[in-house]
Protein backbone atom coordinates (compact mmCIF):
# COMPACT_ATOMS: atom_id res chain seq x y z
CA UNK A 1 0.00 0.00 0.00
CA UNK A 2 1.59 3.27 -0.92
CA UNK A 3 1.81 5.74 1.99
CA UNK A 4 -0.98 8.00 0.58
CA UNK A 5 -4.24 9.00 3.33
CA UNK A 6 -7.39 7.03 2.15
CA UNK A 7 -9.87 10.36 0.79
CA UNK A 8 -12.35 11.31 2.27
CA UNK A 9 -15.75 11.35 0.71
CA UNK A 10 -17.28 14.51 0.20
CA UNK A 11 -20.25 15.68 2.68
CA UNK A 12 -23.68 14.31 1.61
CA UNK A 13 -25.92 17.03 0.13
CA UNK A 14 -29.54 17.22 1.56
CA UNK A 15 -31.30 15.82 -1.26
CA UNK A 16 -33.85 19.14 -0.98
CA UNK A 17 -30.73 21.26 -2.34
CA UNK A 18 -31.18 19.21 -5.17
CA UNK A 19 -34.51 20.11 -5.70
CA UNK A 20 -36.81 23.15 -6.69
CA UNK A 21 -38.39 25.07 -3.48
CA UNK A 22 -41.20 23.19 -2.48
CA UNK A 23 -44.35 24.96 -4.17
CA UNK A 24 -46.04 26.43 -1.15
CA UNK A 25 -42.59 28.46 -0.06
CA UNK A 26 -42.23 29.62 -3.58
CA UNK A 27 -46.04 30.90 -3.91
CA UNK A 28 -45.51 33.06 -0.62
CA UNK A 29 -42.02 34.72 -2.08
CA UNK A 30 -43.80 35.36 -5.37
CA UNK A 31 -46.67 36.65 -4.25
CA UNK A 32 -45.00 38.68 -1.60
CA UNK A 33 -43.07 40.43 -4.38
CA UNK A 34 -45.82 40.64 -6.95
CA UNK A 35 -47.67 42.82 -4.42
CA UNK A 36 -44.77 44.84 -3.94
CA UNK A 37 -44.73 45.45 -7.71
CA UNK A 38 -48.12 46.13 -7.99
CA UNK A 39 -47.99 48.64 -5.31
CA UNK A 40 -45.53 50.64 -7.18
CA UNK A 41 -46.94 49.79 -10.30
CA UNK A 42 -50.06 52.29 -8.72
CA UNK A 43 -48.06 54.66 -7.39
CA UNK A 44 -47.16 53.89 -3.45
CA UNK A 45 -43.61 53.62 -3.42
CA UNK A 46 -42.05 53.24 -0.03
CA UNK A 47 -38.11 52.50 0.36
CA UNK A 48 -39.04 49.04 1.91
CA UNK A 49 -41.11 48.14 -1.54
CA UNK A 50 -37.54 49.12 -3.49
CA UNK A 51 -35.60 47.07 -1.35
CA UNK A 52 -37.16 44.23 -1.57
CA UNK A 53 -37.22 44.61 -5.81
CA UNK A 54 -33.72 45.11 -5.44
CA UNK A 55 -32.70 42.03 -3.12
CA UNK A 56 -35.24 40.48 -5.72
CA UNK A 57 -32.92 41.66 -8.75
CA UNK A 58 -29.58 40.64 -7.18
CA UNK A 59 -30.56 36.92 -6.21
CA UNK A 60 -31.87 36.45 -9.70
CA UNK A 61 -29.33 38.25 -11.18
CA UNK A 62 -27.36 35.96 -9.70
CA UNK A 63 -28.68 32.86 -10.68
CA UNK A 64 -29.00 34.14 -14.22
CA UNK A 65 -25.33 34.86 -14.63
CA UNK A 66 -24.68 30.90 -13.26
CA UNK A 67 -25.88 30.25 -16.38
CA UNK A 68 -29.90 29.44 -14.89
CA UNK A 69 -32.00 32.71 -16.19
CA UNK A 70 -33.82 33.03 -19.52
CA UNK A 71 -33.04 36.77 -19.29
CA UNK A 72 -29.72 37.95 -20.08
CA UNK A 73 -27.24 39.93 -17.21
CA UNK A 74 -28.19 43.18 -18.99
CA UNK A 75 -31.56 43.01 -17.64
CA UNK A 76 -31.12 42.53 -14.15
CA UNK A 77 -28.44 45.30 -14.10
CA UNK A 78 -30.50 47.82 -15.95
CA UNK A 79 -33.05 47.48 -13.48
CA UNK A 80 -30.84 47.67 -10.83
CA UNK A 81 -29.53 50.76 -11.66
CA UNK A 82 -32.86 52.51 -11.75
CA UNK A 83 -33.70 51.08 -8.49
CA UNK A 84 -30.66 52.45 -7.50
CA UNK A 85 -31.69 56.09 -9.07
CA UNK A 86 -35.20 55.91 -8.16
CA UNK A 87 -33.13 55.80 -3.80
CA UNK A 88 -30.89 58.25 -4.84
CA UNK A 89 -32.74 60.31 -6.30
CA UNK A 90 -35.36 59.84 -3.65
CA UNK A 91 -32.52 60.65 -0.55
CA UNK A 92 -31.86 63.69 -2.68
CA UNK A 93 -34.79 65.57 -2.57
CA UNK A 94 -37.07 63.61 -0.01
CA UNK A 95 -39.59 62.69 -2.86
CA UNK A 96 -40.08 59.90 -4.68
CA UNK A 97 -39.74 60.37 -8.80
CA UNK A 98 -42.34 59.32 -10.77
CA UNK A 99 -41.34 55.38 -11.46
CA UNK A 100 -40.89 55.46 -15.35
CA UNK A 101 -42.23 52.46 -18.05
CA UNK A 102 -39.28 51.89 -18.40
CA UNK A 103 -38.54 50.62 -15.12
CA UNK A 104 -41.89 49.19 -14.63
CA UNK A 105 -41.57 46.71 -18.08
CA UNK A 106 -37.77 45.89 -16.45
CA UNK A 107 -39.38 44.54 -12.95
CA UNK A 108 -41.88 43.20 -14.42
CA UNK A 109 -39.84 40.71 -16.82
CA UNK A 110 -37.81 40.45 -13.28
CA UNK A 111 -40.61 39.42 -11.09
CA UNK A 112 -41.84 36.97 -13.99
CA UNK A 113 -37.97 35.48 -13.86
CA UNK A 114 -37.38 35.09 -10.38
CA UNK A 115 -41.12 33.28 -10.57
CA UNK A 116 -40.11 30.51 -12.91
CA UNK A 117 -36.42 30.24 -11.06
CA UNK A 118 -38.28 29.43 -7.36
CA UNK A 119 -40.61 26.79 -8.88
CA UNK A 120 -37.79 25.51 -11.66
CA UNK A 121 -34.03 26.29 -10.31
CA UNK A 122 -32.42 23.83 -7.93
CA UNK A 123 -32.63 24.97 -3.97
CA UNK A 124 -28.84 25.11 -3.82
CA UNK A 125 -28.73 27.71 -6.53
CA UNK A 126 -30.74 29.75 -4.71
CA UNK A 127 -29.15 29.27 -1.74
CA UNK A 128 -25.86 30.19 -2.72
CA UNK A 129 -27.89 33.30 -4.30
CA UNK A 130 -29.25 34.10 -1.36
CA UNK A 131 -25.35 34.24 0.17
CA UNK A 132 -23.94 36.65 -2.47
CA UNK A 133 -26.71 38.93 -1.08
CA UNK A 134 -25.83 38.75 2.51
CA UNK A 135 -22.39 39.10 1.40
CA UNK A 136 -23.15 42.12 -0.26
CA UNK A 137 -25.19 43.54 2.97
CA UNK A 138 -22.17 42.54 5.25
CA UNK A 139 -19.63 44.38 2.77
CA UNK A 140 -21.68 47.30 2.42
CA UNK A 141 -22.21 47.38 6.53
CA UNK A 142 -18.68 47.28 7.09
CA UNK A 143 -17.79 49.96 4.12
CA UNK A 144 -20.65 52.50 5.54
CA UNK A 145 -20.62 52.29 8.97
CA UNK A 146 -23.95 54.88 8.99
CA UNK A 147 -25.48 52.32 6.56
CA UNK A 148 -25.37 49.18 8.98
CA UNK A 149 -28.22 50.34 11.03
CA UNK A 150 -30.14 50.37 8.20
CA UNK A 151 -29.24 47.28 6.46
CA UNK A 152 -27.80 49.33 3.48
CA UNK A 153 -27.00 47.26 0.07
CA UNK A 154 -24.29 48.71 -2.33
CA UNK A 155 -25.29 50.19 -5.55
CA UNK A 156 -23.84 52.86 -7.79
CA UNK A 157 -24.81 56.72 -7.50
CA UNK A 158 -24.41 59.37 -9.47
CA UNK A 159 -20.54 60.01 -7.78
CA UNK A 160 -19.94 56.29 -8.54
CA UNK A 161 -20.25 55.56 -4.14
CA UNK A 162 -22.37 53.28 -2.92
CA UNK A 163 -25.62 53.73 -1.13
CA UNK A 164 -29.14 51.62 -1.78
CA UNK A 165 -30.80 50.29 1.53
CA UNK A 166 -31.93 46.75 1.55
Known amino acids: ?5 P ?3 PAPRSRALLLPMPRNQASDLILRTRLFLER ?3 GHIERG ?7 VCIISGFVARAGHGRLGAETF ?14 DETGRWGDVSDLLLD ?3 QMVNEYDRMLGTIRLEILAKASDHLDRLVAIS ?8 ESRTVPAP ?7 VSA
Open 1 to 5: MSGTK
Open 49 to 55: LVNHLAQ
Open 157 to 163: TRAGTTG
Open 141 to 148: ANAEPHCA
Open 77 to 90: DAVEQQLARLLLDF
Open 7 to 9: SRP
Open 106 to 108: GLT
Open 40 to 42: IRS
